[in-house]
């Protein structure tokens, strides 16, 4: 059983930046594939990243790439998204999950959830 709980989310400026954090408890974290996912409004929820249980792995949507970056410190059972240049096209609520599996992006495949954290980005 895992536990996942993210904050960081808030209300930017265009170009601005954001880091959302996702505190994990739980004894298998640093086994885990972890993966941030993001739900606008009348949307259907979308694959952000995701990173390795190492940390050596990542992989982006397109649309993000070269504009946020995903890391894991296992020691403090937490995982990252730095968020920068912003566009309003970002704003969404943002979803820290987590999978035993590796190499995924489907939703369905990923077995804990956070609560999900706002973020808006202001033209």
């Known amino acids: 059983q895992v536990q996942l709980v993210e904050s960081g989310g808030g209300l930017v400026q265009a170009g601005g930046s954001l880091r959302l954090s996702c505190v994990a408890s739980?004894?298998?974290?640093?086994?885990?594939?972890m993966a941030w996912f993001r739900q606008a409004p009348g949307k259907e929820r979308e694959f952000v990243g995701r990173v390795s249980w190492s940390g050596g792995t990542t992989y982006y949507r397109d649309s993000v790439k070269g504009r946020f970056t995903i890391s894991r410190d296992n020691a403090k059972n937490t995982v990252y998204l730095q968020m920068n240049s912003l566009k309003p096209e970002d704003t969404a609520v943002y979803y820290c999950?987590?999978?035993?599996?590796?190499?995924?992006?489907?939703?369905?495949?990923?077995?804990?959830w956070g609560q999900g954290t706002q973020v808006t980005v202001s033209s």
């Open positions: 739980g004894h298998t974290f640093s086994r885990y594939t």
């Open positions: 999950a987590a999978s035993e599996r590796t190499f995924i992006t489907d939703s369905r495949l990923y077995d804990y």
